[in-house]
């Protein structure tokens, strides 16, 4: 994508294929999830620290996509997201502090980049 | 063949632990297992309880077990599809047992099997697993080996009776969303561990497609505290034929399969979905398997309520159960349920005791900073001469 790496927010590996555009979410602990299972998570993106599936069971089938910082092709996180459809990045690395981009819009390439979304608040 | 766990020389038992090792190694550092962790489970502190409980009761059920029923038989049983046990039960043998044999050496400084009453225990795992795993294995050997890594289970009868349930693949994407939200049900009645999702394969068939079988098992699980009190799922297994043309597979011990290409729905050519009761392979609809998928997602919801609820040690120990529910289906299949019992009391004293143990350390278990942290070559030590 023309323009993307300007947007550029992290690179990781394609567990699962697939783009899709929404808003970053981090769901890092049981209180966070907790909290996101009252709420409408249609646009979230989920940002988690571990490769784990078990935390975010009640919301990720919910979600529109995950960014993973740890794991890789055969975490559970990975199986159960391709079962889904769910585009997911596992082994992201972050080039902006990812607090700083909690909230905003983002996208999931098609190559493992997640970028700010072009009129991303 | 007897049943008894004796016949082993010192040799053999060797090298089962040497191929056994190799591969447990190769996959470690290729999955990054050593990583995962957890914001629900303490994903070391249970692995430690199952450890201590493998290492200090299993033996003496096996061979409780084996003494009524052969490894040959009860691996032969498994050869069927949506059967538990499946290859993850026997993998938990060993994994489990030699990790906790490695730690004692660590520790001590010598092999536990110096002592000759620990040396015929290592022998009654080993012995178990190695001739259960050959009657179970199409190839007869003990691991899915370069260059193919097949796990074929099946024999020609039941792939054929697969093969028969096989049609189109236009429902593909509905059949694998429903699968999805099962998988995560099963992933989360585990306690964070892959058991309960089983590949195997691949089946060549007359068309020239290979069969790749997956399957979710232990749905309708009775003995778990945690899972919901009228049961789980009204299947116990949901099973998923696809013939693949143009699909490479490597299978692992750890009972799943890589597939290249990753995604491979659009190569399927045609795709069978059914449940095994007892002797029969049963079709299951779209709208059942989507029904069965909706009563998952309802229960994992209320199980993950539950489960927040734990108090903190709770988070390592309920491995006396998770691993117990290992062996269990072990006695099942060899129609032994009065072992049942003792394998509960073992595991509950064993892993009151461990998770209290575990509690108490100021830093991880030896075994897992040097031993599980960084494998090379065989995970395990040869067993130790005994003079």
């Known amino acids: 994508m023309e323009g993307s790496n300007d947007r550029l927010l992290a690179t990781g590996t394609v567990a699962s294929q697939g783009t899709a555009e929404g808003v970053l979410t981090p769901a890092m602990s049981v209180a966070e999830v907790l909290k996101l299972m009252s709420e409408d998570v249609g646009e979230a993106i989920l940002w988690v620290e571990h490769a784990s599936v078990t935390s975010v069971v009640p919301i990720l089938p919910r979600v529109r996509g995950v960014v993973c910082e740890g794991g890789g092709l055969t975490s559970h996180l990975a199986i159960v997201s391709r079962q889904f459809g769910l585009p997911c990045v596992v082994a992201a690395d972050f080039s902006v502090p990812p607090e700083e981009a909690k909230g905003r819009r983002v996208e999931i390439l098609e190559d493992g980049r997640i970028v700010f979304a072009e009129n991303g608040a | ?387």
């Not at chain 2, 979710?216 to 009190?229: F, G, Q």
């Not at chain 2, 693949?244 to 491979?264: E, K, N, W």
């Not at chain 2, 979905?273 to 079709?283: D, S």
């Not at chain 2, 529910?325 to 073992?346: K, T, W």
Request: hydrophobic content about 40%.
């Open chain 2, 1 to 387: 063949m007897s049943g008894a766990l004796d016949t082993f020389s010192p040799a053999e038992v060797d090298a089962t632990i040497t191929t056994w090792g190799v591969a447990q190694s190769e996959t470690m550092r290729r999955e990054n297992r050593g990583q995962l962790d957890s914001e629900l489970f303490d994903i070391r502190g249970r692995t430690w309880v199952g450890f201590e409980c493998y290492f200090r009761a299993v033996p003496e059920i096996l061979t409780a077990l084996a003494e009524r029923v052969s490894p040959e038989e009860i691996g032969r049983r498994m050869k069927r599809p949506g059967c538990r046990p499946y290859y993850l039960q026997l993998f938990m043998l060993m994994s489990n047992y030699l990790c906790a044999r490695e730690q004692r050496l660590l520790v001590d400084g010598v092999l536990p099997e110096t002592d000759p009453a620990e040396a015929r225990r290592l022998q009654a795992v080993v012995e178990f697993f190695a001739r259960a795993m050959r009657a179970y294995r199409e190839d007869g050997g003990l691991v899915p080996v370069a260059p193919q890594y097949d796990q074929r289970i099946l024999g020609a009868e039941w792939v054929g009776r697969c093969a028969e349930l096989l049609g189109p693949a236009d429902e593909l994407p509905r059949i694998s969303r429903a699968l999805a939200s099962i998988s995560l049900y099963v992933f989360l009645m585990h306690g964070e561990q892959r058991d309960g999702n089983f590949d195997h394969g691949p089946y060549r068939l007359e068309d020239g497609t290979r069969m790749l079988v997956h399957e979710v098992n232990d749905l309708d699980n009775d003995y778990l505290p945690w899972v919901d009190a009228d049961g789980g799922l009204e299947v116990g297994s949901v099973c998923v034929a696809y013939a693949l043309r143009d699909v490479d597979t490597r299978f692992s011990i750890f009972a799943g399969c890589i597939t290249d290409p990753a995604d491979f729905a659009a190569r399927v050519e045609r795709v069978a979905v059914f449940t095994a009761e007892g002797e029969e392979l049963r079709p299951l609809g779209a709208e059942e398997l989507e029904a069965l998928a909706e009563r998952a997602l309802r229960l994992q919801g209320e199980m993950y309520g539950r489960i927040v609820e734990w108090p903190p040690i709770e988070r390592s120990r309920y491995a006396r159960w998770l691993y117990a529910n290992h062996i269990l289906p072990f006695l099942r299949i060899g129609e032994a349920p009065d072992l049942v019992e003792l394998l509960s009391e073992r595991f509950e004293a064993i892993g009151q005791e461990a998770a209290e143990e575990f509690a108490t350390f100021s830093e991880r278990p030896a075994v897992f900073r040097s031993h599980l942290a960084l494998p090379d070559g065989s995970m395990f030590s040869p067993a130790a001469v005994v003079g």
